[in-house]
């Protein structure tokens, strides 16, 4: 479907309930599977990537589709490899099947994984054959996907000899890597993190009584992006102060760009409020928090911020090439965006005459639709194409939106041209 979106009339007074961390919810689906004699969780994340864990998780088919879930084609990679006597077929979409995961394959085939290439090599569709693996030592470069190494991590317990991973290279996206530990602590396994080197002893996992998914801190980035576009008060529901999300940095980095936050516990909340100060230029270094990349971009091109951001190179291999994606559709706004490789993009601040109202394409990518949708504020009646993609990790943001004021109408693909 086609959305046509129209800015809210009045000043923004809302409070939104955001959807449950996709991330942390994941991690303990892997994990409570792990875990012997456990039932299912049941207070996770909705959304299209924990739908394809959970329905992979417990499903009996040999052929396991996860779609364009690449947290789960990782997480599960290593899962079936010490699923002992199971044989399983891991594939996904055409994108997903586009994605490299040899790092990975070969990190767990260096302890016994039996594990191979089904159609190309060094991407998924692949066979796995499960069986009990000894552990012991390897290495992974760590420059190229955190999921890769938490994927390890979270199987390490089961191994006879545990794990011991020494990360090689630039090490991106080390929140993650933390939250992994962290969520593994919290069902009874330690995860020793010293420099490069983690270490894992052989263990069992014991479900914790008490456990609860966190509010999502990458769906809350969006809502930062539309304080910061509008002015009155939004309340976001679920946000923990001292997160084991990486991304709940952009409470600092959206203070530059004119937002303040306080956090409530009773009930648990953040309060997002418009401030004055807005910086001259915004740069950033995100190889810790990807995600919020897009956000950041649109948010400075929309507030006429010239910006540089910095430690990109996992985005070429997302749901899309989100630097070149970026780079087209900031295009329709004006914002001719400078690329460094696969590390940095910036803008100079100078735009270019609009050339109408714009139609925005998602690339199949959840967090394209989302980071766009706000730019309706300054260009009201823009266009979102595939709106439905955001069901990936939040499936009400549609309708969250339209509680918070915005109008949004359905159009014909001829309408959107």
Known sequence: MNYRIFPPEELMDVEIILPLSKSISNRALIINALTSGTSPLENVAKCDDTDAMIEALTGNSREVNIGAAGTAMRFLTAYFAVQTGVETELTGSERMCNRPIAPLVDALKSVGADISYIDKEGFPPLRIKGKNLTGGTLSIDAGVSSQYISALMMIAPVLESGLRITLEGEIISMPYIRMTAYIMERFGVHAEIEGNII???????????????????????????????????????????????????????????????????????????????????????????????????????????????????????????????????????????????????????????????????????????????????????????????????????????????????????EAAE
Do not use: N
């Open 199 to 413: 270490t894992i002893a052989h263990g069992s996992y014991s479900a914790p009584a008490d456990f609860k998914v966190e509010g999502d801190w990458s769906a809350a980035s969006y809502w930062f992006e539309i304080q910061a576009l509008t002015c009155g008060w939004t309340a976001l529901r679920g946000l923990h102060e001292k997160s084991c999300q990486g991304d709940s940095a952009i409470v600092d980095s959206f203070r530059e760009l004119g937002v303040e936050t306080g956090f409530e516990t009773d009930p648990l909340r953040a309060s997002l409020e418009a401030s004055p100060d807005l910086t001259p230029r915004f740069a950033a270094e995100l190889s810790s928090t990807p995600d919020v990349a897009q956000t950041f971009a649109v948010t400075c091109a929309m507030l006429g911020v010239p910006f540089r951001l910095s430690g990109l190179r996992s985005l070429r291999i997302k749901e899309t090439d989100r630097i070149a994606a970026l780079t087209r559709e900031l295009l329709k706004v004006g914002v001719v965006l400078d690329t460094e490789g696969d590390e940095a993009i910036s803008w100079d601040g100078i735009r270019r005459p609009l050339a109408g109202i714009p139609v925005f394409d998602t690339y199949d990518d959840h967090r394209m639709a989302m980071c766009l949708a706000p730019v309706a504020v300054f260009i009201p009646g823009i266009v979102i194409r595939d709106a439905e993609v955001v069901s990936k990790s939040y499936p009400g943001y549609w309708d969250d939106l339209r509680k918070a004021g915005f109008t949004i109408e359905e159009v014909e693909e």
